[in-house]
């Protein structure tokens, strides 16, 4: 039991460092560390290199959390797909996918916000509550036009219709609630910088002239 534990979430962990964003930035002969906020998420690569490249990057990060919950539980152990979120492994599994993606060993631990790959983790575990939580983003980036905004909203709502939603939250799904608990406090921390923006009055809005001016000279 305990080798599955650590073949499932180092797995987990190494997969979710993968530093897709850097990966193809690089190829452009971009090091995106060195752009925009310098993050390697999908959000500055849209900026510097374009809106298609930064859905691409999203989708990439936000599969490394889906297969981490999804498939590598049942690789490493005896449990059978399909996977839930009652199982302590599962719920490692995710956790380490965006611990690796915000501190992958790649990068020397400085990664991206894991967003993405916490999207992709939940979307499995608790469909309903990220279809609410995206409308909620979707909704603050129209009012405010502030990514990290959404993002951070995003993650607090998850954490409200995950208890709200969920039959027994403190019982049997106490894994999934905890999960959601963590990821929402790594997410607000890692955008301390952005929240120091906003108050500023300095964040980078959507379309904004700065975010144009930006992605022309990368």
Same mark, same amino acid.
């Given at each position: 039991? &305990?080798?599955?534990?650590?073949?499932?979430?180092?797995?987990?962990?190494?997969?979710?460092?993968?530093?897709?964003?850097?990966?193809?930035?690089?190829?452009?002969?971009?090091?995106?560390?060195?752009?925009?906020?310098?993050?390697?998420?999908?959000?500055?690569?849209?900026?510097? &290199?374009?809106?298609?490249?930064?859905?691409?990057?999203?989708?990439?990060?936000?599969?490394?959390?889906?297969?981490?919950?999804?498939?590598?539980? @049942?690789?490493?152990?005896?449990?059978?797909?399909?996977?839930?979120?009652?199982?302590?492994?599962?719920?490692?599994?995710?956790?380490?996918?965006?611990?690796?993606? %915000?501190?992958?060993?790649? &990068?020397?631990?400085?990664?991206?916000?894991?967003?993405?790959?916490?999207?992709?983790?939940?979307?499995?575990?608790?469909?309903?509550? %990220?279809?609410?939580?995206?409308?909620?983003?979707? @909704?603050?980036?129209?009012?405010?036009?502030?990514?990290?905004?959404?993002?951070?909203?995003?993650?607090?709502? +998850? @954490?409200?219709?995950?208890?709200?939603?969920?039959?027994?939250?403190?019982?049997?799904?106490?894994?999934?609630?905890?999960?959601?608990?963590?990821?929402?406090?790594?997410?607000?921390?890692?955008?301390?910088?952005? +929240?120091?923006?906003?108050?500023?009055?300095?964040?980078?809005?959507?379309?904004?002239?700065?975010?144009?001016?930006?992605?022309?000279?990368?």
């Amino acid at each position: 039991m &305990l080798q599955s534990y650590f073949l499932g979430m180092t797995i987990s962990y190494l997969i979710g460092g993968i530093p897709f964003g850097y990966i193809i930035a690089l190829a452009k002969g971009i090091d995106i560390r060195k752009h925009g906020s310098g993050n390697i998420g999908a959000s500055n690569v849209g900026r510097t &290199l374009g809106r298609k490249y930064g859905i691409i990057i999203f989708v990439l990060d936000l599969l490394k959390g889906f297969i981490s919950v999804l498939l590598i539980p @049942v690789f490493v152990s005896t449990l059978h797909f399909p996977t839930t979120s009652e199982d302590l492994l599962v719920i490692l599994c995710g956790l380490c996918a965006i611990f690796g993606h %915000v501190f992958p060993v790649y &990068l020397g631990f400085k990664g991206g916000k894991g967003v993405a790959t916490s999207f992709g983790v939940f979307i499995w575990l608790a469909p309903v509550s %990220v279809a609410i939580a995206l409308v909620i983003w979707i @909704v603050t980036v129209i009012v405010f036009r502030y990514v990290s905004l959404g993002s951070m909203i995003g993650s607090l709502f +998850i @954490v409200g219709c995950i208890i709200v939603l969920e039959s027994d939250p403190f019982g049997n799904g106490l894994y999934l609630t905890s999960l959601s608990v963590v990821v929402a406090i790594v997410i607000i921390m890692r955008h301390s910088t952005n +929240i120091q923006r906003i108050v500023s009055g300095t964040e980078i809005k959507i379309g904004s002239h700065k975010q144009e001016k930006q992605r022309a000279e990368p």
